[in-house]
């Protein structure tokens, strides 16, 4: 059969990493250089909030905790993320983690968000998620 071209959905954002890992000791919590990650918008259309996910893979011992993972945007300002590990190495340090987080881009556009690792775990902002009761029986 001939191959035709495929067309990719308007709705998609494209993610691209660079692995911008330094050659730093490889110990539990071990200090890295940001990595990039460059959210693109192919079909014109700005996005705002608009859900975004990227697989991300890291050296050996680098930290066995998700907690510690802190993303931002090129300002430095928190972006709300969840992180999920998908895979561990041998010493049960992260292999691979998902990043789900909600990116704003221009139309054909780009915008950079850059992971690290911190050493404390992260925090939900003032009015983040609460439950409250609503009335008998609840």
């Not at 300002?77 to 691979?96: I, K, N, Y």
């Amino acid at each position: 059969l001939p191959q035709k071209d495929f067309v990719r959905p308007a709705q998609h954002l494209y993610l691209a990493v660079a692995f911008l890992l330094s050659a730093r000791q490889a110990s539990p919590a071990a200090v890295i250089d940001p990595i990039a990650i460059t959210v693109t918008e192919e079909a014109g259309v700005p996005r705002h909030q608009e859900p975004a996910s990227v697989s991300v893979p890291l050296r050996r011992g680098m930290t066995p905790d998700e907690h510690v993972l802190r993303l931002t945007d090129v300002a430095g300002r928190p972006v709300l993320h969840q992180a999920t590990v998908l895979e561990r190495w041998p010493d049960r340090s992260l292999r691979w983690v998902q990043l789900d987080f909600l990116a704003n881009v221009a139309g054909h556009g780009t915008a950079e968000y850059r992971l690290s690792i911190t050493g404390q775990p992260r925090l939900l902002p003032d009015g983040g998620i609460r439950a409250a009761p609503c009335g008998a029986g609840t």
